[in-house]
């Protein structure tokens, strides 16, 4: 597994241990565990490592469980002949295994398009585009199609959701295993899902006695399946246990949380969960801090939020913009009236994909940074509680 790493490394030293450990070693250890899905093993070992660095530093610690249901996509592929071709199921599709002739439709898979073709117990295969997933699958479905395969209209393969369940096996997948599937060649699609329910957690650190912070720095752990997550979103879990380190011995160790959201990739659910089970520290709080992809380098460090914390971004001479871009962590807070800044540097090549592997070690430092000086800079002018 191949992981970028600039020569500025930077050295978290673990008191007691007589080592020091860095980004390198920590993103090494938790990269080992493959893909952090929440309620995976990995995702269990990922926050059970990281959970001793933060008690390392001093730190105390505690896990909020949550749960919701999940769908999920168990292996699901096509096949023409020997040869088997990946894809996703999409969302809220049914299961199913079924052998017909597969039938390229015309168009992009609208109820007219499925008019000029015969899909009678057949295989639609409909390209990507312009009309929903379920507004295709349902014209499948009404035109006597036993399955679908959505074929993606950009480089990648395609995930998706319909939206609506529907009684017909589902499949997304590339350009290139499109381009295999020919008109009136014999195909098995097979559908493999599960509706399970997902047991979560989400790991908050604290020095003893803090129950009323006035700050909280946040990122999610949890990765995608098949995506090992270093960029997404290990680099932002890294941060903030980067600033946890910073704020060891100060004050603002008195003054804040360091929350490792679960459940983001299905829906800021980790987030949603804490606003909702500790309003009491919600209510306190002064700012929320997000730090989310920021160990690739796809564009400069960008952070973004409400007014007053970019006006205090710009005093403590950290450059911030105004606006609430993104679908992240800092949301749940920003709804329940708490000031968010969100820190980003965009979508690398690598989002949610395989190649997720890489994190710069600096970019993780300048990040930490850049929240650690603006936080001291929001707290410096209001008295402790």
Do not use: C
């Not at 241990?17 to 390198?24: C, I, K, R």
């Not at 017909?100 to 007219?112: E, F, M, N, Q």
């Not at 319909?162 to 096996?169: C, E, F, R, T, V």
């Amino acid at each position: 597994m191949k992981l970028l790493l600039w020569p500025a490394l930077l050295a978290l030293t673990l008191p007691g241990s007589g080592l020091a450990a860095t980004v390198e070693d920590h993103a090494k250890a938790v990269l080992a565990f493959g893909p952090r899905v929440a309620g995976s093993a990995a995702n269990g070992q990922a926050r059970s490592y990281l959970e001793e660095q933060f008690r390392a530093l001093g730190y105390q610690t505690r896990r909020e469980a949550f749960s919701y249901p999940r769908f999920d996509d168990l292996g699901s592929d096509v096949r023409v002949g020997e040869q088997v071709l990946g894809g996703n199921a999409l969302q809220d599709s049914a299961g199913g295994e079924v052998t017909a002739p597969a039938v390229r439709v015309p168009g992009v898979g609208t109820s007219a398009d499925f008019a000029r073709v015969d899909v009678r117990g057949r295989v639609a295969v409909v390209q990507r585009g312009q009309i929903p997933f379920i507004d295709k699958a349902r014209a499948a479905l009404a035109a006597g199609a036993v399955g679908v395969i959505i074929v993606n209209n950009s480089a990648g393969d395609l995930r998706g959701t319909l939206g609506q369940a529907l009684n017909l096996p589902v499949l997304g997948v590339s350009t290139t295993v499109g381009a295999a599937l020919k008109d009136n060649q014999p195909v098995t699609l097979r559908v493999r899902v599960r509706q399970g329910e997902v047991q979560a957690v989400n790991l908050i650190a604290f020095k003893a006695g803090v129950d009323r912070p006035e700050v909280l720095f946040g990122a999610h752990l949890d990765s995608v399946q098949g995506a090992p997550g270093a960029n997404d979103n290990l680099s932002g879990s890294l941060a903030v246990l980067e600033i946890a380190r910073q704020a060891a011995n100060t004050s603002l160790s008195a003054r804040s949380f360091f929350v490792l959201f679960d459940g983001e990739e299905d829906g800021l659910l980790g987030s949603r969960a804490f606003v909702k089970d500790n309003p009491s520290v919600t209510g306190g709080l002064k700012a929320m801090l997000n730090l989310d992809m920021v160990g690739v380098n796809v564009m400069p460090l960008s952070i973004s939020g409400e007014a007053p914390l970019v006006e205090a971004a710009r005093r403590a001479g950290v450059e911030a913009s105004v606006g609430t871009p993104g679908s992240s962590d800092q949301v749940p807070f920003r709804q329940a009236g708490v000031p968010t800044l969100f820190f980003h540097r965009g979508l690398d090549a690598n989002y949610h994909q395989p190649g997720d592997t890489l994190l710069d070690s600096e970019l993780v430092r300048q990040a930490a940074t850049a929240a650690f000086t603006i936080t001291n800079g929001v707290l410096s002018a209001v008295p402790a509680n």
